[in-house]
C-alpha cells in the first residue's frame, strides 16, 4: 500500500542519498507489508483443502462433496467466513490502539510488537487442534496487520530521502502483491502434502515475522519520532547517519517546526470534524470504501474457491489463483512507472472501466452457464479465468495503490495523521465486510453477486469524475490552493472557511484598535 503520511512542507530540496542504511531500513520495514500480503493471499487456498475444512469445518467440507450440493452454496459458512475476516477485524481495532503506540513509543518498537503479534498468530494457527485456536490466530495475525500498517508506511516515509519517496511508498504496495503471490504458490505446493499442508501455509507467517522482528534490530528509529518524543539530540544523530551527510541543519530544523505545529494541535479529529475538512473526510474514507467495494478481496480471499464453484479441479484453482497473483503484482509496477505522468484521475477511472467489464462478464458467464449442479463448460471456465485477470489488472494499476496513495496525500498538516486513520480504518472495516459476507452473498443473490460489485462501480467511476480533484504532480502543502480551491464543487467550503477566517482576524484587529 503506498498509503504514507505524505513529505512535510518544503522537505523537496533537502540534499540527501539513498543509503544503505535508508535502504535496510526500507528493506526490513516492507517486510510488514509482504506479511499482510502472504495473509491476504494465503486464506484462499487454504479454506479450499479438504484436510483443513475436514478439520474445522465438516459441514462445509461434506457439502462440498454432496453432488446434489447447490454450487453457488457449497462453501456458505459463516464460521468459514469468519476464519477469514476476524483478521481484518482485529486489525481494525489495533490500528487505533497502534497509532498511539506509534507516538508514544516509536515507530520501531511499533513494528517489532507486529511481528511478535504475527509470530505468535503463525505458531497458533500451524498448531491449531480447534477453530478456537485457529480463530485465536487469525485475531493475532490481524493485530499484526494492525500494528503493521500504522508503523510501516510512516516509518519508510520518514526515513527515505524526500527525492525517493514516492517510489518507496510504491514497493511497498508492491511487496503486499509478492506477499499475496508467494502465499499462492505455497498453498499450490502444501495442498499436495496430504493432512498436513494447511499447517505449513498457516506456519509460513512465521518467516517474514521473524525476518521483520531480527531486522528491527539493526534498524535506527526515525528522527522525526526521536524529535517528536523530545529527545533532540538523538534525533539530529540518527538523520546524520541515516542521511550519509553533516549538513542536515536545514531538515533537522524542518522536522522540528512541523513536530512543533503538530503537537500544537490538541484534537486533530475535532478539527476532522469541521465543515472545512469535509472535501477531504469524505474523499479519503470514500476512496478507501470504495476500494474494497471493487470486489477485488473476493478474487483475493477466496478465487481458489471460486473456481472450484465453477467446476475447477482443486489444482487448477490453486494454479489459477497463482495466475491472478502474478498479474497482480506484474500490473502494480505498472502504477510505480506511470501515477505521476498519467495522473490519478485517469488511472481511476481506466481502472474502473477495465473492472466493470470484468465484473459484467463474469457475471454473464456464471447467470448464463453455471445453474445449481452442474459445472460449467470448459471453454467458459477459461474466459472466466482471463476475465478475471483483466479484472485484477485494472485493479492493481488503479484503485489498489491510488486508494492509499491519495488519501495520505489530501490531509493538511493539522489533520494528517487522523484523517489518515479514517481512511485506514474504513479499509480494515470494509474488508472485514466483504470477507465475511461474500459466500453468503454467492448463496443467495448467485450471479449477481457480480452485478452488485458492477453497481458500485459505476458509483465509484462517477464519484473520480466529478467529486475527485486531480492531485498528480501538486505539492502536499499546496493542495488546498491548487486542488480543492479549484474544484467546482469543494471550492465552498474552503472559501467559507476562508471567510471565517477573515472575519476572525477583522474582529481581533478591531478589538485591538478599541484597546488602544
Ligand atoms: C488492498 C487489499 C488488497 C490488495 C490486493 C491493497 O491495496 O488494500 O485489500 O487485497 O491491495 O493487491
Redesign the pocket.
Known sequence: ?AHAIAVEKGSGDFPAKLTGQVFLCCIVAAFGGFM??YD?GISGGVTSMDDFLKKFFPTVYVKKHEAKEDNYCKYDNEYLQLFTSSLYLAAMVCSLIASKCCRRFGRKPTMQFASLFFLIGAVLNAAAMNLGMLIAGRICLGAGVGFGNQAVPLFISEIAPPKYRGALNCSF?LL??FG?LIANLINYGTSRMVGYGWRISLGGAAVPALILGFGSLLIHETPTSLIERGKKDEGLAALKKIRGLENVEREYDEIVRATEMANKIKHPFRNLMKRSSRPQLVCGTLLALF??FTG??VI??YAPVLFQTVGFGANASLLSAVITGCV?AVS?VVTILFADSFGRRFLLVEGAIQMLAGQCVAGGILAVHLQSTNAIPEKYAHILVIVVCVF?AG??WS???L??LIPSEIFPLETRTAGFFFAVST?MIC?FIIAQAFLTMMCHMKSATFFFFAVWIVVMMCFTIFFLPETKGIPIDEMNERAWKKHWYWKKYCIEEDEQKKSGDQADEDRSVISQ
Do not use: D, H, S
Request: glycine fraction near 12%; hydrophobic fraction near 50%.
Open positions: 500500500m499482510f500480503g491476504i504496495q503486499i502483491t499475496i476500494q474494497q477485488m478481496n483475493m480471499f497482480n502494480t485484477v485493479f492493481a484503485w489498489g495503490p486508494g492509499w479499509n474488508t
